[in-house]
Antibody
Framework: QVQMVESGGGVVQPGRSLRLSCAASGFTFSNYGMHWVRQAPGKGLEWVAVIWYDGINKFYADSLKGRFTISRDNSKNTLYLQMNSLRAEDTAVYYC???????????????WGQGTLVTVSS | SSELTQDPAVSVALGQTVRITCQGDSLRNYYASWYQQKPGQAPVLVIYGKNNRPSGIPDRFSGSSSGNTASLTINGAQAEDEADYYCNSRDSSGNHYVFGTGTKVTVL
């Protein structure tokens, strides 16, 4: 079945870096764009970044100010999120989700991984 | 960037109908999708596009849209529908995405 499994979360000190991974299975990974979405404790969902199926087009939430980089390795069916200069406000559960839809404005996120918790604390 | 605004909380009696709304300028140009999230779980897609339900989502869930407002309706709410619901669409740039502020649905 279609599945994504995130990993790489943990406790990290402010200013340090962390790389998250999302291993996909059950579908042709190279045919789909992928998203990262995060959720701070007790807060709502926040879109983080998207990467198109071929890895060429990437877009980020303005709030990240260039600190995060999304990438993928289609040979390994894996999505990544490199997070640099981490701050306390980056503490959240980070989800990967498959991008579905077309270029005409019909989009949806499905399925989602179970999430990985990143805690930024000294 | 764009914003999508939802009512923070709504309640519905068991078996009754509840409508959740999502307002934002980008909805005039892009479809909304809707997600259900229960405590400690990942979000689950319930509605996408004009009014499409993924496999496994009960037909009591439906979607609609008019102008700058998208709506999710639950006809005959069940106890298991108690959850947080989020809308999502592209923002006005067309390349970024935005989630709504979320609505907590309580089934009485």
């Amino acid at each position: 079945q279609v599945q994504m499994v995130e990993s790489g979360g943990g406790v990290v000190q402010p200013g340090r870096s962390l790389r998250l991974s999302c291993a996909a299975s059950g579908f042709t990974f190279s045919n789909y764009g992928m998203h990262w979405v995060r959720q701070a404790p007790g807060k709502g969902l926040e879109w983080v970044a998207v990467i198109w199926y071929d890895g060429i087009n990437k877009f980020y939430a303005d709030s990240l100010k260039g600190r995060f980089t999304i990438s993928r390795d289609n040979s390994k069916n894996t999505l990544y999120l490199q997070m640099n200069s981490l701050r306390a406000e980056d503490t959240a559960v980070y989800y990967c989700a498959r991008k579905n839809g077309d270029s005409a404005g019909l989009d949806w996120f499905d399925p989602w991984g179970q999430g990985t918790l990143v805690t930024v604390s000294s | 960037s764009s914003e999508l605004t939802q009512d923070p909380a709504v309640s519905v009696a068991l078996g009754q109908t509840v409508r959740i709304t999502c307002q934002g300028d980008s909805l005039r140009n892009y479809y909304a999708s809707w997600y259900q999230q229960k405590p400690g779980q990942a979000p689950v897609l319930v509605i996408y596009g004009k009014n499409n339900r993924p496999s496994g989502i009960p037909d009591r869930f439906s979607g609609s849209s008019s102008g700058n407002t998208a709506s999710l309706t639950i006809n005959g709410a069940q106890a298991e529908d108690e959850a947080d619901y989020y809308c999502n669409s592209r923002d006005s740039s067309g390349n970024h995405y935005v989630f709504g502020t979320g609505t907590k649905v309580t089934v009485l």
